[in-house]
């Protein structure tokens, strides 16, 4: 059908109002002095105190725990013959997966080009530092003899030994290992020219110092954000394969040996997303209290939430997928031993937490599908704490109900977490608490300059 | 202070626009040796100051291909030739298993060349530089634009530059001193 | 701010279209004729080839399908300007069921468990089938679930491009709510829908053989044979009005990056079943790469390597190929030929322990092909090349922030 040249078309403003990324009315220096301020004058209030506080003591449950692992050794765990890998590589796979979200955010939504992204990145930046850093430990911690880890790593050595390659356990070394790396470096590439801001916007002579040495000198000379730009869209560009190539290697860790439960070739991506869910839960769980004790609803706004909760429904669908599949190929298959470990999950000792896994992961957050919940920060809340449970319940469930039922009869067991269990557990929460505490005490927890990038007065305007 | 002579002289400007604007006129007036500070990356900027040349793709290029490399040299040859061991009667070249530590080789090494490569082409860290002797500079990090003319310029007189600068319309002119 | 100069354009599909109607249908009659000839001198050949080219034009269809339900959650440009390419595939869905018809009926060339057991020579299969073909792998079962499939895919094409036509009168309507709340259940639908239907059609040639990543990498194929289908139709039509004004390169530069993506997962997808089955070395499953390795079919797996992923990879990565239409069509085109060898890859080696490509290979897919394209044309024609009543038309128009990512 072909227009009249005559026809005139009447275009009404019929596009839905999207809820914006920047409140309006923010100049450059008034995002500038908002944000800063919150380091640099901003009184220590008696609630980030009391908060700081107590996930310092959980830290110390943490050192407790560890400085009684490193005397009495692994014994003091639940981990048993079969079930030799327990409550570590499970907090190990939910700890990394959280942090997936984080380089999610500031890498692939930079590609996407979804500039929403820019006052969350940031602090979900420094989220996955610190998850990284939670998850790092516990492997180390369940090697036994912790204080030979560097073993892992291919170095000359008079042994005349070397890794064997392999092994997934060496590619995980690798990849996380370069997974810290690049999250450090990305999130401290973002930082330089904030660090730069506070360096210039502080009035005292020591923070002047620490942030003028952290600065390096930056002083936003358009060769240097040439060059700047053009590293930090190839950092994200790197970190995109990178970050799906983390929770794939954690996937093969199972999923190369034959273990039914592990053995099956939809891990891969079912990881990926799995980690990509719960880490957006993490995200959500951490951005709601924040902008609300910190006024920050003008960054953080109902958008940000819409979005996390749209991303955390699409990857917990594939969970849910992954689930489906792995069920049906149980049954299709023909594999006596796939076929049995379906009935376990189902039917097993363990069968309530695969129930309640089914309910947090798949069935609760299907909500989300209604608009009105998903721009309600409570519930989005409570949503995402029962994600998180659901996500951990699941890692649960791979390694100990697959482990604890093995092909002989005569080698079946039970695992139990112990005390040293849980409080390794809820010490590596209350490490990641401390550490964001002091995050966005210290340094600004919303990228300054990506804000100001956001303002309709970033744009050059043609002459 | 003993100085033998200014650094630059510097203009500061109110919006990105108009520094963009003075920028261009600048390097068209045929001033080249010239820099702009923004608080935030411009696009047009470092065109309009005449810097076309960025090589930090290379850089990450060839960090990426060493580290490709020598991933799968190293894996190749511990398992091969310094210490072969039979895994389940899989083959001592066994390259499937080798293509994951590979490719994170690779990403490492990028990555590295990436954020290493960015500063030492930017000259950083450097804690002196004479542009933070001006005490309107500061604002350089918040929602002030500079233009910056250095004395090297083959075409930089002291008070005929200051005029030039002045005909853009700038806030604030400042001298920079050595 | 609609601008007057497209308001003035006429939006319906070129002559050229037409052509390529009349053109494809006498390729696809011509061949037809031989491969119905081929199938009376060699049926069982003429089955395999025939779920071959099935399953590529199947590809095709469904893939549109996909994306234009991707780009109603994720808004663009780039999908607007093939919005109408990507509906006309999606509404050749009819002719597919009506293609799938013979597949039942030649089932005993294809399936094994369609087969009677006492014929089966290995016990263990033997058991392994008297299970299964109660529960799941009956013949009813095997229709039953196909005309699901089918209902559900025509359902969702339907109401998609019913909701679609209604943007060529006017008034200027926004219905992107009503297009979002189907494309999200649409999505899921359809990724299990494909699963379950590969599992049907094409894994089931090998009853005894499971892999849980196999839908997803059906899936991911279909999804990339779709995008480099519609670059090369965009190829066609740029040189005429109306696509030559509308088709910016920042929207061939997006289809490129879509086809680097997807093809990046196939990449991932086919790489992971690869190593866990390589690294587990059960003989339930090994079996399956062995047969695809061994006896000249290996050859082909290294081709897909190079062919299907590290040449176009490399070419992708660069930025000003990616923005050329007229360059970026040779990779599409290659792509989808990739596609086909891929399936054949796929499908082919259960019928035979050593490579054997028969003249049925080609000549069936080329009579579907044919056939679909002589459909799709006419689809194609029938409708304008741009919904002008639908306001995110504007982003055609007026595309915003052009200059960033890599």
Redesign the interface.
């Known amino acids: 059908m072909a227009l009249r040249p005559d026809e005139q078309i009447e275009v009404v403003e019929t596009k839905a109002p999207r809820a914006p990324v920047i409140e309006p009315g923010h ?3 008034t995002v ?2 908002k944000i800063s301020s919150i380091v640099l004058t901003r009184p220590t209030s008696n609630g980030w105190l009391v908060g700081f506080g107590f996930s310092f003591l959980l830290t110390m449950v943490l050192l407790y725990a560890i400085s009684y692992l490193f005397i009495r050794g692994v014994g003091i765990w639940g981990v048993n013959i079969p079930v030799g890998w327990g409550f570590a590589i499970v907090n190990f796979v939910w700890w990394i997966g959280i942090g997936h979200a984080g380089t999610l955010i500031s890498a692939i939504l930079l590609l996407l080009r979804q500039s929403w992204r820019n006052s969350i990145n940031r602090f979900a930046e420094a989220m996955t530092l610190f998850a990284v850093a939670c998850a790092g430990m516990f492997p180390v911690l369940h090697l036994g003899r912790p204080w030979l880890a560097y073993w892992l790593f ?1 170095y000359p050595n008079t042994m ?9 356990l ?2 995980d070394v ?2 996380v290992s ?1 997974y810290a ?2 999250s450090l ?2 999130w ?2 973002g930082l330089i ?1 904030d660090l ?2 506070l ?3 502080s009035h005292n002579r020591a923070l002047q110092m620490i942030y ?2 952290l600065a ?16 930090y869209l ?2 994200a560009g ?2 995109t ?2 970050v799906l ?1 983390v929770h794939t ?1 954690v996937s ?1 860790d199972f999923a190369i040996g034959i273990v039914p439960g592990w053995h099956t070739t939809i891990f891969p991506p079912y990881f990926v997303a799995g980690a990509i869910y719960s880490g957006f839960a993490m995200v959500l769980m951490l951005a709601i209290p924040i902008r609300k004790f910190y006024g920050l609803e003008d960054f953080i706004t109902e958008r940000h939430l819409q979005n996390s909760a749209k991303v955390m429904l699409a990857t917990g669908l594939i969970v849910a997928y992954g689930y489906g599949i792995e069920a049906f190929m149980g049954w299709y298959g023909g594999n006596r031993s796939d076929a049995f470990l379906l009935w376990n999950r189902l039917h097993g000792p363990y069968r309530a937490v695969y129930f309640s896994l089914l309910a947090c992961n798949i069935f609760i957050p299907q909500v989300l599908w209604i608009r009105k919940l998903r721009s309600n920060p409570a519930w989005l809340f409570v949503i995402s704490g029962v994600i998180l449970v659901g996500m951990w319940l699941e890692r649960f469930v791979i390694v100990v109900v697959s482990l604890q039922r093995d092909f002989l009869n005569s080698s079946w067991g039970m695992y139990y977490p112990t005390r040293w269990d849980w409080m390794t557990y809820i010490g590596t929460i209350g490490f990641f608490l401390a550490c964001m505490f002091l995050f966005v005490r210290i340094l600004p927890m919303i990228s300054i ?2 804000m ?2 956001l303002l309709p ?5 043609p ?1 | 202070m003993k100085h033998t002579g200014n650094y630059g002289m510097m203009a500061e400007f109110d ?3 108009t520094l ?2 003075a ?1 261009r006129q600048t390097y068209e007036a045929g001033y080249k040796r010239i ?12 065109e ?2 005449g ?1 076309h040349h ?1 090589s ?2 290379l850089v ?1 290029l060839i960090g990426g291909l060493l580290g490709c490399a020598s991933g799968y040299l ?2 190749w040859w ?2 091969t030739v ?2 072969p ?1 039979n ?2 009667g ?1 083959p001592y070249h ?1 390259w ?6 590979t ?3 690779t ?2 090494f ?3 060349a ?2 290493f ?3 030492a ?2 000259g ?6 004479p ?2 002797n001006v005490p309107r ?7 002030r634009f500079f233009l910056m003319i250095f004395s090297s310029d083959p075409k930089y007189r002291g008070s005929e530059t200051k005029a030039f600068l002045e005909s853009l319309n700038p806030r604030s002119i400042s001298e920079v001193p050595q | 701010m609609s601008s007057p100069g497209v308001v003035n354009l006429d939006l319906s599909a070129p002559p050229i279209v037409r052509l390529m109607e009349r053109r494809s249908l006498i390729i696809g009659v011509i061949f037809a004729v031989i491969a119905i000839v081929g199938a009376f001198l060699r049926t069982d050949e003429f089955f395999h080839a025939y779920l071959l080219g099935f399953m590529l034009w199947l590809g095709v269809a469904l893939g549109s399908m996909a994306i234009l339900m991707i780009r109603h959650l994720t808004g663009g440009g780039w999908g607007v300007v093939i919005r109408r390419l990507q509906g006309a595939a999606m509404r050749t869905l009819p002719l597919l069921a009506l293609l799938f018809v013979p597949i039942p009926f030649g089932r005993r060339f294809l399936y094994i468990w369609a087969r009677p057991l006492d014929s089966i020579p290995d016990a263990h299969l033997r058991q392994h089938l008297a299970e299964i073909t109660r529960s799941y792998l009956s013949v009813q079962g095997f229709i039953i679930r196909a005309v699901i499939y089918f209902a559900i895919w025509i359902g969702l094409s339907f109401f998609l491009s019913k909701w679609s036509a209604q943007h060529d009168q006017p008034p200027m309507r926004d219905t992107s709510a009503r297009a979002k709340a189907l494309s999200g259940p649409g999505l899921v639908l359809y990724a299990f829908t494909i699963s379950f239907a590969a599992i049907d059609w094409v894994m089931s040639i090998d009853p005894s053989w499971i892999s849980t990543i196999y839908g997803l990498i059906i899936l991911i194929g279909e999804v990339l044979s779709a995008m480099c289908f519609a670059v090369v139709i965009e190829r066609i039509l740029v040189d005429y009005k109306p696509m030559s004004e509308l088709l910016k390169p920042d929207f061939v530069h997006d289809h490129g990056k879509w086809m680097l993506t997807f093809l990046m997962l196939w990449a991932y997808f086919s ?1 992971s079943q ?2 866990i089955i ?2 587990g ?1 059960l003989p339930e499953e090994i079996t399956w790469y062995i047969r695809r390795l061994y006896g000249g079919w290996g050859s082909i797996g290294l081709m897909l390597v190079v062919f299907h992923f590290v040449v176009p990879f490399v070419l992708l990565l660069s930025r000003p190929f990616k923005r050329n239409i007229r360059k970026l069509v040779w990779l599409a085109t290659g792509l989808m030929i990739m596609r086909f060898v891929d399936l054949f890859w796929i499908i082919e080696p259960n019928f035979s322990p050593t490579i054997r490509v028969t003249w049925l290979d080609i000549v069936v897919p080329v009579a579907m092909g044919g056939l679909w394209l002589a459909y799709f044309f006419h689809n194609l024609a029938s409708m304008p090349l741009l919904p002008a009543f639908d306001p995110y038309v504007r982003e055609v128009w007026e595309p915003t922030h052009s ?1 960033a990512g890599a």
């Open positions: 100049t450059f220096a500038t002095d291919p005349n030994y070397w890794p064997q390659f392999r092994s997934p060496v590619w690798f990849a370069t790396t690049t470096l990305f401290f590439v020219p730069a801001t360096r210039d916007r003028g040495i390096m000198g930056w002083r936003g000379s358009a060769r240097h954000w040439s060059r700047y730009e053009t590293a190839l950092l790197l970190a394969p990178l190539s290697v093969f300059f990506e100001r990038q007065q970033a744009e050059v305007k002459e | 919006s990105p626009t963009v604007a920028a820099d702009a500070y923004s608080p935030f990356p411009i696009e047009e900027l470092a309009a100051i810097f960025n930090v793709p990450v190293l894996q511990i398992s310094s210490y061991i895994v389940g899989r066994s499937p298993a080798f293509i994951v530590v490719f994170e080789m990403i490492l990028s990555v590295l990436a954020v490569g960015m500063l082409l930017n950083l860290p450097m804690p002196y530089h542009v933070f500079f500061a604002f350089a990090t918040r929602d | 790489f690869w190593l390589w690294a070395n200059e």
